[in-house]
């Protein structure tokens, strides 16, 4: 269930991405953090009114450095590893590798918020005060392996369910609900306010530009949402339009391409009977 690369356990902070990829994930989650810290500011402005100088401030503390993209949440961020993955892809370990998370002991209860598949609530907005006080946990184990993993063991007052999101992780690139460790915990991030957070998190990742690119119009969502019930009412609304647009599509008549396509795909096949035909004709004749 939670997939990725490793890497190495050295200088946490620092960008550890260079080339193409590097400029390719902080074009991608650069703009999107500025846009952040931007809501932040205004959020600020409306509670503090005539702060134009606070505004000017704010400008000038988003960071110079492009690759420094988000900030580390003050809230404990752990996990229950049941070993399942491949360690070398696994981005729970890798978060782990690098300090990022904390590792808990099976029957070891967790205070805040866990993300498991035994929850009963989506995680909402409303979960940000406990992810604020208790932290936020997560079940690394993998989807084939369900039936056999003791969440009994993996106590909390909190459990959560994630609602629906495209994986952009390397092992379930495009598929609904497979989500990673990092992508499980940063999209919770997200939906809860921790926007920042989130993105911090994800530029760990060389993929984790992606996962924005696929969810974020859900992402965005989900997070004006006011409780778990918005959110479950916002899914059922993508899904019934991206199942009507797929049935469209299915039912709409070929195109003039398509057309061509298979007109020569048949001329094709034409020809090759034919030459079939003959040959057939002269082995017949060979042998009389």
């Known amino acids: 269930m939670h997939k990725s690369r490793g890497g190495r356990k050295k200088n946490n902070h620092r960008p550890q991405r260079t080339g193409r990829e590097n400029r390719s994930l902080a074009e991608n989650l650069s703009e999107l953090a500025v846009q952040s810290d931007s809501s932040s500011a205004s959020e600020n402005d409306g509670n503090h009114s005539g702060s134009e100088h606070s505004s000017a401030e704010s400008d000038d503390e988003q960071p110079k450095d ?11 961020v752990s996990m229950w590893d049941l070993k399942h993955c491949d360690p070398k892809k696994c981005s729970g370990r890798k978060l782990a590798r690098h300090g990022l998370i904390k590792t808990l002991r099976l029957g070891q209860k ?25 932290g936020i946990a997560v079940v690394d184990c993998s989807w084939a392996r369900l039936d056999e993993t003791p969440f009994n063991k993996m106590r909390s007052p909190n459990p959560r369910l994630l609602p629906f999101l495209v994986a952009a992780n390397p092992i379930n690139y495009g598929k609904p609900c497979k989500l990673s460790c990092v992508e499980a915990i940063a999209a ?8 920042q957070e989130a993105l911090w998190y994800l530029n760990k990742f060389s993929w984790g530009h992606a996962f924005i690119e696929l969810n974020q119009s859900l992402l965005d969502q989900y997070a004006g949402c006011s409780n778990s ?32 396509e298979s007109t020569e795909d048949e001329g094709e096949a034409d020809v090759e009977d034919s030459d079939k035909e003959k040959a057939n004709e002269a082995s017949t004749s060979k042998e009389s």
Do not use: H
């Open 188 to 195: 919770s991030m997200y939906i809860t306010g921790y926007k």
């Open 66 to 76: 492009k690759f420094a993209i988000g900030k580390p949440p003050k809230f404990a």
């Open 110 to 134: 967790f205070p805040g918020l866990v993300l498991t598949p035994v929850g009963t609530n989506c995680v909402s907005p409303q979960d940000r005060e406990v992810i604020k006080t208790s």
């Open 229 to 260: 019930a918005e959110i479950l009412e916002v899914q059922r609304k993508y899904l019934e339009t991206a199942t009507s647009e797929a049935q469209q599509s299915r039912s709409l008549p070929p195109s003039e391409s398509e057309t061509e």
